[in-house]
């Protein structure tokens, strides 16, 4: 990733979390995909978090998100699978 990537990301984290009451958190900073947006589309899109970016009409950008975009997807799959949660 190269270090301007890094710099944007962190100040645009930074903006969006100072400027809300309250606080929203962010999957991908670069796409500007909000984790609610993310796990709700994870539950509706099979395939990678790659998949789910693609769903949303984006692409990873710097790849900073990946890893975290991927922990994600897998979570909202195993809550799925629960018996005790209601269909969303």
Known sequence: MPPEASCYCNQFALACFS???????????????RECEFRRQ???????AEAVYASLGKAPQCGTCLDDAQDVLEEER???????????
């Open 78 to 88: 195993l809550l799925a699978r629960r018996p005790d949660r209601e269909a969303a």
């Open 19 to 33: 400027n809300h009451r309250r606080h929203v958190l962010y999957t991908c900073v670069c796409n500007a995909i």
């Open 42 to 48: 994870a539950r509706l899109c099979p395939g990678d």
